[in-house]
């Protein structure tokens, strides 16, 4: 069965340094996407970053990448240059199949950032 | 750019009532789905709908029902309504594209006494 983990509860990042979020997934399908939310206290959800099981490259928008490593399973985000505003609760989202439209969500990494 | 739009925001509900969450959505999407935020589980997926007069059930389906009469509609049913249905709950939709993301409303916070 697909299955998203994320390891990390919470974690604390210092203002301007990099952080990496870990997610790891279990699917027996070759054709799978991978999303990443944001989920500020406020409560909306934000997409950040796509990353789809067939890319040659690494999704990249702005100071948002995923490491993307197909043979370990895992979509780690990592947010570089981090900022007071990217306190939050980030999501990895698998969809379960190409032409499906069931995702699984993980349960989260509470991201604060230390000015 | 209205978006998903949820109703009501809030709604606080005792055991045995039955009421209805509303959203609906502007762009034209034709997939839309349901799901519900507790506490370190992350969302899980209620039920989803890929057009108008087709839904499916997610992982959680038990107490709750939906139809699809619009694109732009895809209401959610508690029919008697259980403590444990007390969460947060999400509709979203989708473009066409497996690329393209899920687009959330903003959540209706339900509490079941």
């Known amino acids: 069965a697909q299955k998203i983990t994320q390891t990390q509860p919470g974690m604390f990042v210092q203002e301007k340094e990099a952080v990496t979020l870990d997610c790891t997934y279990d699917?027996?399908?070759?054709?799978?996407?991978l999303f990443w939310y944001k989920q500020p206290s406020s409560g909306e959800m934000i997409f950040l970053i796509y990353q789809g099981s067939y890319d040659q490259q690494n999704a990249t928008e702005g100071r948002y990448s995923l490491n993307f490593q197909k043979a370990r399973k895992s979509a780690n985000l990592v947010i570089s240059a981090s900022q007071l505003g990217d306190s939050a609760m980030y999501f990895c989202?698998?969809?379960?199949?190409?032409?499906?439209?069931?995702?699984?969500f993980g349960t989260g990494t509470r991201l604060k950032v230390l000015a | 750019n209205a978006g998903v739009t949820q109703t009501p925001k809030f709604q606080v509900l005792k055991t045995g009532q039955s009421m209805t969450l509303q959203c609906a959505q502007d762009?034209?999407?034709?997939?839309m789905s349901w799901y519900r935020q507790d506490p370190g589980m992350g969302l899980r997926l209620i039920h989803y709908s890929v057009g108008a007069g087709i839904t499916d059930q997610g992982e959680v389906p038990n107490g709750y029902n939906v139809s699809r009469s619009t694109t732009e509609d895809f209401p959610l049913r508690l029919l008697s309504a259980a403590p444990s249905q007390t969460s947060v709950y999400f509709c979203?939709?989708?473009?066409?594209?497996?690329?393209?993301?899920?687009?959330f409303g903003d959540g209706t916070r339900l509490s079941i006494l």
């Open positions: 699917t027996s399908d070759p054709s799978y996407g």
């Open positions: 989202a698998m969809r379960e199949r190409s032409g499906t439209y069931k995702y699984i």
């Open positions: 979203a939709s989708r473009g066409e594209g497996n690329n393209q993301p899920q687009h």
């Open positions: 762009m034209n999407h034709e997939y």
